[in-house]
Nanobody, 126 residues
């Protein structure tokens, strides 16, 4: 059974930093792109960042570019999101996602990610 489990969410003040991680089990995603999405209350789930299989290519939403950094450790089957200069509007549930297609490029297409975690809450207080 494939599982993606997020961790590291919490409450942080505006301007602060937080690192969230996602651990995959049940299969390896070392050859597939992985991504982070987020969903704020009463809003659609939106793309945040994606990374290709090797970690050599990343894509970011304009709203987080320059503040967030996605990375992965294929040996540990994990993906992380370092979030800096956090703003109140970054408050959301953050979801880890994994594409099942080997060697696909990193992308923001939600429907192409076959596996999802349960989410971790990130709250930024102003």
């Amino acid at each position: 059974q494939v599982q993606l489990v997020e961790s590291g969410g919490g409450l942080v003040q505006a301007g602060g930093s937080l690192r969230i991680s996602c651990a995959a089990s049940g299969r390896t995603f070392s050859s597939s792109p992985m991504a982070w999405f987020r969903q704020a209350p009463r809003k659609e789930r939106e793309f945040v960042a994606a990374i290709n299989w090797s970690g050599g290519y990343t894509v970011y939403a304009d709203s987080v570019k320059g503040r967030f950094a996605i990375s992965r450790d294929n040996a540990k089957n994990t993906v992380s999101l370092q979030m800096n200069s956090l703003k109140a509007e970054d408050t959301a549930v953050y979801y880890c996602a994994a594409d099942s297609r080997p060697y696909a490029s990193a992308h923001s297409q939600r429907e192409q990610y076959a596996y999802w975690g349960q989410g971790t809450q990130v709250t930024v207080s102003s």
